[in-house]
């Protein structure tokens, strides 16, 4: 083992001890703190109620206090982050939010499921200076950002506005009122582009992940129809399956297989029979270690395909 291998391997021992202190401490405090979960010992986080969900990932330096916070499973929040205020704050499942994002809780903050906040972004709950005696504007007013939204990054988000459902939101742009779902945005202050769903490609599931796959030297295609791919993954078989496929599901050995599958109606019989699977429909994928499935989901994470994980 080189030295570099030893040092890197050293130091993620040491920040995993220091999480489990972390995790420890918070729990003491009343914290309840899911399975699998990294927390900096260098983070910082002060709350009365505080709820971690399954497989969050809060790196170094992040500081939160907040009298109630909520974070749903397969979170990541990134470095020296600040998320600061006397209101509550919230994000679903599978929600990123970039380094040195800062967020104001003067009053709620709620983020939805699978959103993207983008690196030194900021979202502001409350708007003033010169002081309201003298008959200046004072502004306090919740945010919410909807399920499936992409604040690019080094956007700034206003008092009041909320983002609809798959929403994409301009780099550096500011965000000064309301926008409906699947809304493109952009500009200062910005403005209705189009809708998101123009973005989409328009090719079907089979084609997107061979296309996603053709990236990575280590899957080595074997087989492919219009509903069906297969893969060799070292001493492992990934399969990838849609919807009408008329597949032989009996030669699909669940000891060496990774299944992928997305709008099929088998889908639980791939659950049942303790196969490791990817449920791109409903979003989740089997616990395990298995170090093929891992690079499995890193590969789609790095798509922007996350997946929350399925305790059995």
Known sequence: MSLISLLIK????????????MKTLLRLNGAKIGKNCFVSFSSRIVSRNLIIGND????????????????????????????????????????????????????NVTIGKDVGV?????????????????GFPVTYKPVLIMDGAWVSTNI????????????????????????????LIAGNPAK?????????????????????FSNYSELNLLEEDLNFLAYQLEGIKVYVLSKNNNFDKSQINPKNS???FKGIESSDFFKINNYYWFDLTERKSK????????????????????LVVEYS
């Open 118 to 134: 983008g690196e030194n972004s900021v979202i502001w709950t409350h708007g003033y200076f010169p002081p309201a005696d003298e």
């Open 258 to 260: 990774i299944v992928i």
């Open 10 to 21: 050293t130091n993620d021992f040491i920040n995993q001890i220091g999480s489990s202190i």
């Open 156 to 183: 700034i988000i206003l008092p009041g506005v909320i983002l609809g459902k798959n929403t994409i939101v301009g780099a550096g742009s500011v965000v000064t009122k309301s926008f409906d779902d699947n809304s």
């Open 56 to 107: 969050v990932i809060i790196k170094r330096g992040v500081k939160i206090k907040s009298p109630k916070v909520e974070i749903g499973n397969s979170c990541i929040i990134s470095e020296d982050c600040y998320i600061t205020g006397n209101s509550e704050f919230k994000i679903g499942n599978t929600t990123f939010i970039g380094k040195k994002v800062r967020i104001n809780l003067s009053k």
């Open 287 to 306: 616990n395990n270690s298995l170090k093929e499935s891992m690079l499995i989901n890193k590969i789609l994470r790095d798509w922007g395909i996350r």
């Open 192 to 212: 209705y582009l189009k809708n998101t769903n123009e973005l989409k490609s328009g090719k079907g599931f089979i084609e997107i992940m061979k296309d996603i």
